[in-house]
C-alpha cells in the first residue's frame, strides 16, 4: 500500500504569491506580517491582510504558519504579544520561531498556538530536538545539511513532527550560524537581511554558491522516510514561481501519471544553473556548487504563460474549487430581511433591515439578482437560476442593505464550512489581554553559583579572562606565558579531538600544576549531528579523567548531552556548563530559558556594547554581580560554519588528522581564513580581521568576563595579543576591526 505524502507547504511572500499556493494544491502555506519574519525585503502582510488569508485557506482546509523566526533585541520583545494577538484570534494555525525568549512568550501567552522550531535554529540531532520539545515545540525544520537517514533518525528518537525543504536555494552556512553579512556590511541573516556573499566570487571562482536543491526525485524516498511536511523554499520569488512548483509537487506527490514537463519546467524557474539532491544523500561535494557563478537560468515565458492561466488568473482552480451556492430571499413588508443559503447538505440562514413597502419604484427580481450574484474574490459561485425571491408585493430595500445582508449570509455559510471541517473554534479563540510594552519578570539564574560549597574550593567569582586556543601551537605559546592572575582556558573540541591531544594536555597539566586559581573548560564543538555523539561522549569522559571544570556548548543538542552526563555522575555536579554566543541571548526571556540548563553564559557578537549593557542591566537590575557572564574582547569571528568543504571542492578532500587552515579571498583583495575541521568534517570561515576592543575594557572590567578567541593566529601573534591583555604592554601588529562595539545590526 502507497504511503500518505506529508503536508505540502508552500512560501508566500506576497498576497498574490499566497492565493497561488493555495489555488496549486499547497497543503500549507508560510508567510510573514510586516515584523520579526526572516524576509525583511519580501513584501510581507499586513494584519488584515494576515486575517483574510487564514479565513481564505482553512475555508479549503489549508493550514497557515506565520514566520516569527528572527532574533528579537530586548526592547523589541514586548511588542511580540500585541503584534500575535489578532492573528492568534483569527486562526492562525502555528508560528516557526528561531528566539528562544520568543519561543517561551508564544507558549505562555498563546495556549494550543502550535510552536515549531526553525531551521535557522539549527537542529541537527534528536537531542536538540527534545530540548525544544521541552519549550513546547511540536514540529521541527532540521538543518538542511541533514541526510535523509539522519532526519529519519532524528523523528523516531523524538517523536516530533519534521518539516524538510524539497526546493529552493540552499544556504553554504548552516542557517542560524552565519555572520558573514551581519560583520560585513551590518545586514544580518539572523534578522532577515541577509546580503547573500556566499552568492559573491573567491579567488576567481563562486565556492560557496551551491546549487539550487531539488528532490523531485526522492520524493518517494521521503515520503518512505515518515518526513510529516515537505516545505518548498522562496518567499522572496515570484507567484508565477510558487504556483509552478507547488503544483509540480502537488502531482508527483499524488501520483499523476505522466509528469516529467512538470519536472523539466522546473528547472525553467529561478534555478541557479542547475540543482542538486542536496545533503539527502551527501555529506558535502563539489558537484552541489556552482563554481562557475550563481546566476539564474532564464524563466521560460510559455511556462509563466501557462502558470498564470492555469492559477493565476482563475478565480477558482481544481485545488480550490468555488463552493456552489443556492438562495432564497424572503422580503415582506415590516419585516426583516430574510436570505437562506444552501451549499451542498450545508445550510445558513441571516436577517437583515427591516423591509418598506415600495413608495415609488419597487425591486424588480432582477436588480435583487444583481446584488446577490456579486460573489467575486469569494470561494462562492452561484447562477442566477439558483435564487428565488420571494417578495409579499411591492417592496423597497437600499442596495446598501442587499449588500451588507449578502455579505452576511456569506460569511455565516463560511462559519458553516469551517465547521464542517473542525476548524470554527479556532476561528472563535479569544485573544488574552496584553499589558502594553511590559512582559512579566524573567528568573534568570546566571551569576548566582558561589565560591562557597564549589567541590574543588576554586574561586570562581569575579572578573576574569577566558582564553579560547583553537591550535597546538596557540596552548604551548600560552601555557609558557608569564600570567599569575586567575584566568580560565578554553580548548577547542576539535584540538582536543585531533593528533595534537596528547601534547596538548600533558602541556596543559603542567600549567596547572600547584595552581587552583586555573580552570579548564572544553569548548564544545558547533553542531553536533547524530555521528558527533560518540566524540561527545569521548570528550565528556576526557573532562571526567582530567579534571576539567566545565564545557560550553555552543548548540542546544550539547545542553541536553551534558545535562544526561551530569545526571549519569559520569561529571560531577560541581561541573559547570556555559552556553557560547552562538547559542543567542539577545532577551531577557532567552536568558532565562538557558539560565535553567546552564551556569554560564556569553553575550552574542552582533549586539553593539550599548545594547548588551541595556541586557546586562535589564538582566541584574538587582544588583547582583553577573559572574556567569563572558563578552568576547579580542577574536576573528565565525562567519560560517559550514558542512561543505572548500578545500574539498578545490583541491580534494584531506582525510586530516588534525585541523589545518585554507583561505578566501574576496574580490577586494580581503583574505579570510577557512578552517577545514577533519574531526567533524565541517568548515569554519573566519572574518578576515579579528575585533579588537582593548581600548574599552574598563566599561566592562568588573561586569563579565572578558575572552580571548583565538583562530589563525601563530605563535607570535599569539604572543601580542596575550601581552596587550593581560598585562598592558606592547601594540598589535597586525590590522584590527572594531566589530559590533558601536554599530548595531539592522
Known sequence: MKKKAGELLAPAGSREAFYAAVKAGADAVYLAGKSFGARAYADNFSEEELSECIRYAHLYGVRVYLTVNTLVKEEELAQLPGFMAPLYAAGLDGVIVQDLGVLRVLRETFPGLELHASTQMSVTAAEGALFLKDQGVCRVVPARELSLEEVRTLKQESGLEVECFIHGALCYCYSGKCLFSSMLGGRSGNRGRCAQPCRLPYDGEYPLSLKDLSAYDITEELTDAEIDSFKIEGRMKSSEYVAAVTNAYRKKLDGVKNAERDARDLLGLYVRGETSEGYYHRRNGR???????????????????????????????????????????????????????????????????????????????????????????????????????????????????????????????????????????????????????????????????????????????????????????????????????????????????????????????????????????????????????????????MCAGKGFDGAYARCTEDLQLLEAVKASGLLPASFLTGTDHGLYVWNREAAGVLSEHADLMTLPLELSAREQERLLFDLFEDGAKPRGISRVVYGRAVLMVSAGCVTKTRKGCLNGSKPSFDSLTDRYGKTFPVLTDCVHCQNLIFNSLPTDLHKHLEKWEGKCNLRLEFSAEGPEETCEVLELYLKGAGNLSFPVTGGYESRPVE
Open 287 to 541: 558537484e552541489m556548487v556552482s563554481l562557475d557563478g550563481p546566476g539564474y537560468n532564464g524563466q521560460e515565458e510559455r511556462v509563466l504563460e501557462s502558470v498564470r492561466d492555469s492559477f493565476l488568473r482563475p478565480e477558482h482552480t481544481t485545488y480550490a474549487p468555488a463552493y456552489p451556492l443556492s438562495m432564497e430571499l424572503y422580503l415582506a413588508p415590516g419585516s426583516v430581511a430574510v436570505l437562506n443559503l444552501s451549499c451542498g447538505d450545508l445550510y445558513a440562514s441571516v436577517n437583515g433591515d427591516t423591509v418598506q413597502a415600495a413608495q415609488k419604484k419597487p425591486l424588480s427580481e432582477e436588480e435583487i439578482k444583481k446584488q446577490l450574484l456579486k460573489l467575486g474574490g469569494s470561494v462562492f459561485s452561484c447562477k442566477a437560476e439558483e435564487i428565488s425571491v420571494y417578495a409579499e408585493g411591492d417592496v423597497f430595500l437600499p442596495v446598501a442593505a442587499l449588500n451588507a445582508l449578502r455579505r452576511k449570509g456569506i460569511a455565516a455559510m463560511e462559519e458553516q464550512i469551517l465547521e464542517s471541517k473542525g476548524l470554527a473554534e479556532l476561528h472563535r479563540r479569544t485573544a488574552p489581554a496584553i499589558p502594553e510594552n511590559e512582559l512579566p519578570p524573567v528568573n534568570c539564574a546566571f551569576g548566582t553559583w558561589e565560591t562557597e560549597g564549589n567541590a574543588d574550593g576554586r574561586d570562581r567569582t569575579g572578573t576574569c579572562y577566558e582564553i579560547l586556543l583553537r591550535t597546538k601551537e596557540q596552548a604551548l605559546t600560552f601555557f609558557d606565558f608569564a600570567f599569575d592572575e586567575p584566568c580560565r582556558v578554553l580548548l577547542e573540541e576539535s584540538l582536543l579531538g585531533s593528533s595534537d591531544e596528547d601534547a596538548v594536555l600533558a602541556s596543559l597539566l603542567d600549567w596547572r600544576a600547584g595552581h587552583p586559581e586555573r580552570s579548564v573548560f572544553v569548548m564544545l564543538n558547533q553542531v553536533r549531528r547524530k555521528d558527533g555523539v560518540k566524540l561527545f561522549e569521548r570528550m565528556a569522559a
